[in-house]
Each structure stands twice: as C-alpha cells, then as structure tokens.
C-alpha cells in the first residue's frame, strides 16, 4: 500500500477513520455459570447432610482422562490443537465494538465513494487492527473484480467458521461421552462389589462409589462442556458477522454504490440496538 505522504502529494488530506481495536476480556458470564453450577451442586449435598463422601480419584480419572481420549479417537491430532486455542477464547475472547466498528466502515466506503480507491491506501495502520478487513482493502486496491473479491473473502471467512464449528463440534462429542463413560466407570464398580458379596456391609459403599463416575460424568457433560460449545458456537456468529461487514463493505466500494445501502446491509447483520444511524 502507498503511504499517507504519498497520497498527500497527490492532493488532499487524509481524513480520520479510527477503527476500534477487539479488547481481550474475560468471559465472566462463563466463568460465574461454571462457578455457580458447581456452587449449587455442592450446597445440595451439604445440605443433605449425609456422611456419603462424593469424591473418589479413581471415578474422576476413569470420567476426565477417559473422556479425553475417547474424544481424541473422534478427531486428529491437528483438530485437536487447532481447536485448543478456540476452546480457551471462549473463557478469554475477544469483544467487539459493532456500532464503532460499522461506523468505520462507513467512514472507510464514504472516502472511497468521494476521493477514490488511492486514498484507502493511507489507512493501512488502523486496518492492521482488522487484518481481515486489511485484508478486504488490500485486494479492493489491488484492482481485484467483484466476483474475486467476493470469492477470496468468503472463502476465508467459511474456513474461520469451519473451524469454530470444529472446535464446539469437539465438546459436543466430549458432552456425550463424559456421561458413558461415567456409566461405564459404574458397571466396572458393580462388577467389582459382586464379586465381594460374602461381606454385606461392603455393599451400600461400594455401590455409593460405584455411581460416582455416572455423577462425574453427567456433571462434566452437561455443566462444562455442552454450555462451553454453545459458547463457542456464539462467538464464532460474532466473529463471522464481523467479517461479514467488511466483505459487504469492499463489495459495496467496488460497485461504487451510495454508502445509504451500505449502512442497511451492516445494520441488517447487527443487533437493534448496535444498528448505526451514520447520516444522521
């Protein structure tokens, strides 16, 4: 791209588009439902006041670790690292500004509209924040045609969705197996308590330990992984809405269309009350 004080030789000044930068913040809805979830359950079993012991290593290995590696059968070795880092965003994500964000975009398709593609050249610092977008604008100026333009960038933004799916499709396997395995983890402490019959008094706690890894296991399903993969699956709507914006608003720059229908096709992607009233 040309830098700003080649365009300013060229007439003109630059004018300002400033756009917003995704802050990392910590998911604390997430954070506090996990929280809360294992809070509740535990204060049920306070106030049971029973002298059962809820806690067993052999029931958390056989549920967690076997949970694990039944899921890996399911999937690659590259599925699975690939999918680590979306898993963790959905703790740690980054959040967006929608309304700043279409605002710069408006910005972006006005100056285009009223001085030309050169002049989006000089935004390549504040685009670097969206490197899609930065990517968008790159080949709108490297005189790319419509259809190549739409191809490039979509295909770009199924494969970030592929693999957001990817990722929440992985904890939803892990939501189904964590409860089988937790039943499976039962049927080995019934087989074992049947074969040591000749003691009665071992059998009440041997069953009690026996469907703890079906208590483990319907806790890990339904608790961690299958609210942490609808988690995902929002995110990934968010980050594919985003790009979504900038794919219309390059397409929008290369058909020279009034930056009006432009606004109705970001607003169309948002929430009501993130819509833009830009001319206004």
């Known amino acids: 791209m040309s830098s700003d004080a080649d365009i300013k030789q060229q007439g003109g000044n630059i004018p300002n588009v400033s756009v917003p930068l995704p802050v990392s913040k910590l998911d604390f809805a997430t954070i506090l439902g996990i929280v809360l979830s294992f809070a509740l359950i535990a204060g049920a079993i306070a106030i049971g006041q029973s002298d059962a012991r ?13 949970t694990m590696t039944a899921t890996s059968i399911s999937y690659t070795g590259a599925e699975l690292a690939s999918s680590m880092k979306i898993i963790a965003r959905s703790v740690f994500r980054p ?14 398709a006005s100056i285009a509209r009223k001085k030309g593609l050169l002049y989006l050249s000089g935004y390549e610092k504040e685009t670097s924040k969206e490197p899609f977008l930065k990517q968008a604008l790159g080949i709108v100026i490297d005189g790319y045609n419509e259809e190549d333009v739409k191809r490039i960038l979509q295909q770009n933004i ?14 939803r396997r892990a939501s189904e197996i964590a409860p089988a395995m937790g039943l499976i983890g039962t049927l080995v402490g019934l087989v074992q308590m049947l074969a040591n019959l000749e003691n009665p008094d071992t059998i009440g706690p041997a069953m009690a330990v026996a469907l703890l890894t079906t208590f483990y296991g319907a806790i890990l399903g339904t608790v961690v992984m299958s609210p942490l993969a609808a988690k995902i699956e929002k995110n990934a709507a968010d980050e594919v ?8 608003t390059a397409i929008s720059i290369i058909r020279q269309e009034n930056p009006r229908n432009l606004e109705m096709m970001i607003n169309a992607l948002m929430q009501p009350s993130q819509r833009i009233n830009y001319f206004n």
């Not at 959040?95 to 910005?107: C, E, G, P, Q, T």
């Not at 970030?160 to 929440?168: D, V």
């Open 241 to 248: 809405a985003a790009k979504t914006m900038a794919l219309k």
């Open 95 to 108: 959040v967006r500004n929608f309304s700043a964000f279409a605002k710069s975009l408006m910005d972006i």
């Open 158 to 171: 199924d494969i970030e969705e592929e693999r957001q799916k990817r990722a929440a499709s992985i904890l």
């Open 54 to 66: 809820f806690f067993n290593m052999p029931s958390v290995l056989i549920v967690v670790l076997g």
